[in-house]
């Protein structure tokens, strides 16, 4: 965990130096030491460079000094161009000469393994001693297209034309695959403001640069690529503020497979926690999960526009009919809805358009639109700003030859521009023949234009998700978090390594208002009988010893037992099969307890993720978990809200609702049981290792845990990560 | 239907005629008749091209004739360049000509209404009375790159380059959308032989131009965008001789949304089919559903590299640990497997790459492969090929310098040659920087190019599909098919417009060899009893009438009868029930059946598609199809190969292998199960209007049909299309 006390706004002697040095600066042009001052040259660097080369007076016209301590002023950044071996006499000289930030390119670090993993350790401390930012190792370097600051040796990174707009920042964990979405956006006008490479995060983390463009007004969006968080509970914190500004965090992660979440474990010595926590993560936090490259792009140029979707009924417009089927295809693939137009919207669009076009969604102006008459694309427009069912309008083709001067694209600005519903434009990704002559004077006043092989529909839809969590936090309807609970003082039942009996587990779920099975242990055959009449017939008994998990298995268990002969019966029979099972058992002695009606039965629970910590967990139970996977996470602590998302985004949503002609259940008591846990897990972070609520019984009023099951740490160790 | 008498080779004289007359020629170079003419002699027409207008002398050098008849040879196509006012009697003109082949452009047919309908149909009498073949009209008409027959209005189709390969042929039911795809794939490197319009269809059929490609030896892939098929009877049937030829069909069905199919029924006047039951009908023929136009690109590049691959196993070669992650990640999720390569192919790889490279799956040749050491390329390659574990081989980058004559690129051709292994390249799509010096001598020689953006990965998990389904059909292991049974006299049972007692439907199953339950119908207290008795305790008493479906509700079902006292109360009882419940209705008595033990419940059943007629459907049933939509269908007749496809491919067929410890159930007794009701679905498609087994009752040995409903349809009308 990196070290708070750190603020970010260090961070600019990294990105925004006034001065900075080049060690390792040389003269011969295939060296690194070379490329690098020329990189600053020709990125016309608004700062003072400083080549540093005992041996050499001149680079390419600028003098070239001893050492660092020889600079006339202060040094704010150094650019490492040297070896692996020198890194760390160099880092020493930095830090004797108040060196604010440096950057290191070299491998051989933790990457190569355990030898590797303590040089970077002494790296690491010289950096945090002294107080230094630092920048890799491992990594390409960085680029901050607003001043010129080209620190790196990849050629891809530099010699691409700037667009005007550069206002999000771009974060990668693998160098190689950020040059590549670096180039692949500034090839369709959008150049990032900052690429900054992380490497091994050695001192500088993902996290700290996202903290840093939070904070910083040059940025407007916030993108990056990561293979593995590192430090996940402070992105989590960071998320928030992010989203209270209305900053898009817009992240790919990848390792969704088994294969590549292995080889990301590999590339970056991230840990492997489950890639489905990641996307409930997203979700909970409002981070945009990026799906692959394009959307990072994409969803900028949305965002960019500086409008957010109302909502999900899109309309689409288009020329050619088997366009509009496709993009409706896709429109609805993705979760948007093509409305179904009313009546009034449809006849006043078809006195407008041919009539063998449609006025149905999608609208078809047909080829004449694309042929004879380009002015067709603005008159359905104007009907469907006055619908207010309408949230989006794409258009999937567009005039080819209206330029900014052009009357018809005024008309088509202004009549956007007067207007909050989304409108953006998408054309097919042919070579040549696929950006519109206006399409600069339609992004510079908030229309983007965007190649359907960057999937901006797909973007859309991340867009109105984005939204939806965006006006949630904002309106900042008060909701209840697990935070908020008293901690219960059940410490004395969470023996290390021990897995809880149920009636210990009943407890510790009681202490936290999770309503349990009325239930009392018996010792003897007369309390089981005693038990019974207290708690009302039909009862179940059951063996109750930790040492004893599975009691069908061990024949420890007797469903609806209906009187006081049966009981005392059922009594006896567990007693011996419990030790016939397992000899060496601790018997508490047996449950007797009330025997639940039936219900909906949904099962929830706690397990800590390598990455994530405590992670709460809720699915309807049995193959549905088992075979369809439907099941939900949220990292812990959760809030009120989080729990209702939880239970509404599994398919089985339905059958809670009251499917197949059953009531629907309690689902404001279910989110209280899913709060209650993650109390409990918060509290107990360092003794629960695992929780398990199977089932929780749901009737129309309140929910029940009919069974649970509590494994605790064997020692009360820090966890790896989180906490 | 269209009129089977007529042969695929008459389209012949549309693709390939010697003499091509332009009706309505013009010498006015802003006209459609000149734009044809000009279009036929900049495409280098082979054949004689004709010019038609009777006040013309002559148009670009040709001469011009002032009418059909005055042309010296006999015309095979007709090119019509006129109004729909003069179509009509164009074509008759053409009928009294003898001209074979006419192409219409003209809108204003059936996709304007019922109007425009008559104007079709009765264009379509004039061309099959005198064995005309007709393509369109509302079509862009049609190209065949490799004899310079141009025959459309669309300038897309015209001045593109053309590749040398030209095998694989286009088919549109969207002018716009196909013109978009045919320009895609030419930029790309894939020309099509035959690109084809086919308009409103009115006499030429998509499924036309399939068979004629599928016989025609200049095309290897046909390919196609599909809004709805009009014969899927007989595309099932061209389905089977194009795999049995290894002619993959690859088409893109759009539509898959509500308001896509909504949009497409009136765009293309097709019927709203189940987009879902095309999935299944897709798979059942091994017809290769293209998601986007992509998909026909990347699949056919990659199927005309002359092999297919042997299986799933997937191995990535990459010079970025993020490009390699990323990818693994998308062909996991398009089911392919990134195997763990085993210890010797390991430690053989990881003896020729840069120490600091990963020989672990995907193999990381690092930074050095990219930047400075391209040979590494090859490397790994040497070992791969030997490991019998590994299919298929991807790289993600390669050597961009190397061109034909490098030693470099022919030696990794020839290894690649020598190798049955599936070998491709996919580049990063960035613009000017993604295809390699080497692509058309890696292309010519089997190993595909593909840039990223075109989703190959996508495409070869479609083709490793297509191969298991190829070798399937060509090793041709006999397999069991519905049509093979001998057809069962029911029909005595099906009077139109009823729904079938239990005890009716039982006798129908009964004759299609599908167990039920044993059951008798009772009019009197002591037949019932009598009944109970030879059945044996426990029996279950429902009411036995047509009129009565729904016998829970009417309070006419008694489960776990156990005594004679009890039948005879539970007799009386239901009758009185039933009588009360519909005072109305006929009661053919009480049925008393058999208890039928525990098993698993599934259902399965009939219905009738308006598209695809009589489709036979399998699921768990409940929830599970209703909610998690877990269900799967096949169009009858079907194969025991279909049925057990059927049956495997749901994702509860875990649930039949016997998840949670319970014995896995009789998977060939639901097969015959699924055969019997296709068999009758078959035989009695025009009685039968749906059919449901539910629950069918799965054991380790044989399946029950506890409760079936037929339903027969009003009167014996032939269903719209198919049978």
């Known amino acids: 965990m990196s070290d708070v006390n750190v603020s970010y706004k260090t961070i600019d002697s990294l990105l925004k130096p006034a001065t900075v040095a080049i060690l390792g600066a040389s003269a011969n042009k295939n060296k690194l030491g070379y490329l690098q001052v020329k990189a600053l040259l020709d990125g016309g660097f608004q700062g003072d460079i400083y080549p540093i080369n005992p041996k050499t007076k001149e680079i390419e ?47 051989g670090y933790s990457e190569t393994g355990e030898e590797g993993m303590k040089k970077q350790k002494r790296l690491e401390k010289i950096a945090k001693d002294h107080g230094i930012r630092m920048l890799g190792p491992n990594c390409v370097g960085l680029v901050n297209t607003t001043n010129g600051l080209v620190s790196t040796f990849s050629p891809g990174l530099t010699a691409l034309p700037l667009n005007d ?115 409930d993560f997203f979700k909970q936090t409002g981070i945009v999960r990026a799906d692959d490259y394009e959307d990072i792009i994409s969803f900028s140029k949305l965002h960019l526009s500086g409008k957010i979707p109302t909502g999900r009924n899109t309309v689409i417009v288009t020329s050619s009919g088997g366009r509009g089927i496709n993009e409706a295809d896709r429109c609805e693939s993705y979760g948007l809805n093509i409305i179904n137009l009313n009546e009034d919207t449809q006849a006043a669009v078809s006195k407008r358009i041919p009539s063998f076009g449609s006025a149905a969604n999608p609208i078809d102006l047909t080829a004449a639109a694309a042929v004879t008459n380009p002015e067709l694309f603005i008159e359905p427009l104007k009907d469907l ?124 779920l009681e202490n936290y208002d999770i309503k349990t099975a009325k239930k009392a242990v018996a010792n003897l055959e007369a309390e089981a009988v005693q038990s019974a009449k207290e708690i009302g017939y039909p009862v179940v008994l059951k063996i109750d010893s930790s040492d004893i998990p599975h009691k069908t298995e061990a024949n420890a268990v007797k469903l609806n037992v209906n009187s006081e002969v049966e009981v005392a019966e059922a009594f006896h029979e567990i007693m011996e099969n419990a030790a016939n099972y397992n000899p060496n058992a601790k018997l508490n002695g047996v449950s007797v307890q009330q025997m639940l009606p039936e219900g909906v039965e949904v099962i929830c629970g706690i397990s800590n993720d390598p990455v994530f910590g405590p992670v709460v967990m809720f699915g309807l139970g049995g193959v549905f978990v088992e075979i369809f996977e439907d099941i939900s996470f949220r990292v812990a602590p959760i809030t009120k809200e989080d729990a209702l998302d939880m239970i509404k985004e599994i398919k089985g949503y339905k059958v809670l609702q009251g499917a197949r002609g059953k009531a629907a259940v309690d689902i404001d008591a279910i989110a209280d049981v899913l709060l209650g846990i993650s109390a409990l897990a918060t509290d ?10 199977n089932p929780l019984i749901l009737y129309e009023n309140g929910a029940v845990a009919a069974d649970a099951m509590i494994v605790v740490n064997e020692l009360k160790t820090q966890p790896v990560i989180g906490g």
Chains 1, 2 share one sequence.
């Open 61 to 107: 016209g600028l003098q070239c000094y001893e050492s660092l301590a020889q600079v006339p002023k202060k040094v704010d950044l150094a650019i490492f161009c040297v070896s692996a071996s020198n890194a760390e006499s160099c880092l020493v000289d930095c830090a004797e000469n108040n060196v604010k930030a440096v950057i290191l390119f070299a491998s």
């Open 165 to 279: 707009k550069r206002e999000v920042g771009f974060i990668t964990q693998s160098g190689a695959f950020g040059v590549l979405t670096y180039i692949a956006a500034a090839q369709v006008g959008l150049t990032f403001n900052y690429f900054v490479s992380v490497g091994n995060e050695a001192e500088i983390k993902f996290s700290d640069l996202i903290e840093y463009m939070i904070h910083d007004p040059q940025t407007s969006i916030i993108s990056g690529y990561l293979e593995g968080e590192k430090e996940p509970e402070r992105l989590k914190k960071l998320a928030k503020t992010a989203l209270e500004k209305n900053k898009p965090i817009v992240i790919m992660k990848s390792g969704r497979s088994k294969a590549g979440s292995r080889a990301a474990v590999s590339h970056t010595g991230s840990l492997a926690g489950s890639d489905r926590i990641y996307d």
């Open 385 to 508: 700003v006055n619908d207010p069912e309408v949230d989006n309008i794409i258009f999937t083709e567009f005039p080819m030859e209206w330029d900014a001067d052009s009357s018809y694209l005024q008309e088509f600005i202004q009549i956007c521009k007067n207007s909050d519903k989304f409108i953006f434009i998408t054309t097919f990704p042919l070579e040549g023949m696929a950006i519109p002559r206006g399409t600069e004077e339609l992004e510079k006043n908030g229309i983007p234009v965007i190649t359907g092989d960057l999937n901006p529909i797909r973007s859309l839809a991340k867009l109105v998700a984005y939204g939806e969590k965006y006006r949630k936090t904002v309106t900042k309807s008060p909701t209840q978090t697990s935070e908020e609970w008293k901690k219960k003082d059940i410490s004395h039942l969470l023996s290390p390594g021990v897995t809880l009996s149920e009636s210990q587990a009943s407890v510790v």
């Open 684 to 693: 107990y972070e360092n003794e629960i290792k695992e929780l398990d609520i």
